[in-house]
T-cell receptor, first 116, second 110 residues
Framework: DSGVTQTPKHLITATGQRVTLRCSPR?????VYWYQQSLDQGLQFLIQ???????AKGNILERFSAQQFPDLHSELNLSSLELGDSALYFC???????????????FGSGTRLTVV | GENVEQHPSTLSVQEGDSAVIKCTYS??????FPWYKQELGKRPQLIID?????GEKKDQRIAVTLNKTAKHFSLHITETQPEDSAVYFC?????????FGTGTKLQVIP
C-alpha cells in the first residue's frame, strides 16, 4: 500500500456521462497530481494542486476539471465522456509543492475508466 | 516547457545481461531526475532518483548517471532478472512538476 488511495478502482460508463474520480494523498503530502495513461501509452500530466490551490496545468481537456479540498483529498471530474477518454487515471502525491525534496511522487493504484 | 525523450521504446535482453535506457531533457532548469518502474496493470513506483548536483548514483543492481552539460541521463540495470521486466519511465523536473518520458518496455528473457 503506497498510502495514496484512489477510488473507485474500476469505472464503466457510457459516452456523454460525467464521472468523478477521488484521490486521498499520503499523510503529510500537500501536493496532488493527476495523470492519464491510455493503453500502452506514457503518463500524461493533467493538473497539480498544492494545499487546495491549482499549481500547474498540463494537457487537461476543458471537459475535465479538478479540485483539492481542505482535507487535501482531490477529485477529478470528467464530463461529456468520449470513447477516447478510456484510460487509467493515476493520482500521485508529494510533500509540499516541490515533489523532489524527499522521495519523489508516490502514485496511487489508479482508476481504470472504460467508456462504452 | 520541459520535453523529455526516452530511448529505446522496447528493449529485450537475456537474463544476466545489462540493460541501459537513455533520456534527454530540454529545460536546463530541471534539477531532479527520477526513474519509475511500472509492472503490468500496476502503479508506477520510484526505483531511483538523482539530483543535479550528483553525477552518478547506485543502488544495488541499478545505477543512474547524469550529464547536465549534454542534458541527458541514463538508467543502468546490471545482472538483469526476469522480475526486472516492466515499463521504465524517466522524468525530469523542477519546482512545479516533473515531466515523464514515453517509457521503455524492458523484457528479460530467461
Amino acid at each position: 500500500d503506497s498510502g495514496v488511495t484512489q477510488t473507485p478502482k474500476h469505472l464503466i460508463t457510457a459516452t456523454g456521462q460525467r464521472v468523478t474520480l477521488r484521490c486521498s494523498p499520503r499523510s503529510g503530502d500537500l501536493s496532488v497530481y493527476w495523470y492519464q495513461q491510455s493503453l500502452d501509452q506514457g503518463l500524461q500530466f493533467l493538473i497539480q494542486y498544492y494545499n487546495g490551490e491549482e499549481r500547474a496545468k498540463g494537457n487537461i481537456l476543458e471537459r475535465f476539471s479538478a479540485q483539492q479540498f481542505p482535507d487535501l483529498h482531490s477529485e477529478l471530474n470528467l464530463s461529456s465522456l468520449e470513447l477516447g477518454d478510456s484510460a487509467l487515471y493515476f493520482c500521485a502525491s508529494s510533500v509540499r509543492g516541490r515533489g523532489f525534496d524527499t522521495s519523489g511522487y508516490t502514485f496511487g493504484s489508479g482508476t481504470r475508466l472504460t467508456v462504452v | 516547457g520541459e520535453n523529455v525523450e526516452q530511448h529505446p521504446s522496447t528493449l529485450s535482453v537475456q537474463e544476466g545481461d545489462s540493460a541501459v535506457i537513455k533520456c534527454t531533457y530540454s529545460d536546463s532548469a530541471s534539477n531532479y531526475f527520477p526513474w519509475y518502474k511500472q509492472e503490468l496493470g500496476k502503479r508506477p513506483q520510484l526505483i531511483i532518483d538523482i539530483r543535479s548536483n550528483v553525477g552518478e548514483k547506485k543502488d544495488q543492481r541499478i545505477a543512474v548517471t547524469l550529464n547536465k552539460t549534454a542534458k541527458h541521463f541514463s538508467l543502468h540495470i546490471t545482472e538483469t532478472q526476469p522480475e526486472d521486466s516492466a515499463v521504465y519511465f524517466c522524468a525530469a523536473g523542477g519546482y512545479q512538476k516533473v515531466t515523464f518520458g514515453t517509457g521503455t518496455k524492458l523484457q528479460v528473457i530467461p
